[in-house]
């Protein structure tokens, strides 16, 4: 069984930075793609970023400029470090990823984070 724990969200004013980690602990092998999803009020679940084992990475347009996803394969952890916040990027953070578990790739959920961002 894998775990992902999102840390690092919070309430923060409007135009600061955030970064969110998701660490992976468990039985696997590796840790494939990863990404990052949120969940706005009213809003479905949507995908903001995304980042394959090999570091290549892809953004929703509405936030590639200022959301930047990376990783750190030794500790098992994907970050998204979001900035100049705007009140609409309030929502749960949900971290996704596909793990090899030793018969293939499974893919596991956090229970997120919450970001609030004020004016």
């Known amino acids: 069984q894998v775990q992902l724990v999102e840390s690092g969200g919070g309430l923060v004013q409007a135009g600061g930075s955030l970064r969110l980690s998701c660490v992976a602990s468990?039985?696997?092998?590796?840790?494939?793609?990863v990404a990052w999803h949120r969940q706005s009020p009213g809003v479905p679940r949507n995908l903001v970023a995304r980042?394959?084992?090999?570091?290549?990475?892809d953004y929703s347009e509405a936030v590639k400029d200022r959301f930047t996803i990376s990783r750190d394969n030794a500790k098992n952890t994907v970050y998204l470090e979001i900035k100049n916040l705007k009140p609409a990027d309030t929502g749960k953070y949900f971290c996704?990823?596909?793990?090899?578990?030793?018969?293939?790739?499974?893919?596991?959920w956090g229970r997120g984070t919450q970001v609030t961002v004020s004016i």
């Open positions: 996704a990823g596909d793990a090899e578990v030793g018969d293939g790739l499974r893919s596991f």
């Open positions: 468990g039985s696997f092998f590796f840790l494939n793609t």
């Open positions: 980042i394959l084992r090999n570091g290549a990475t």
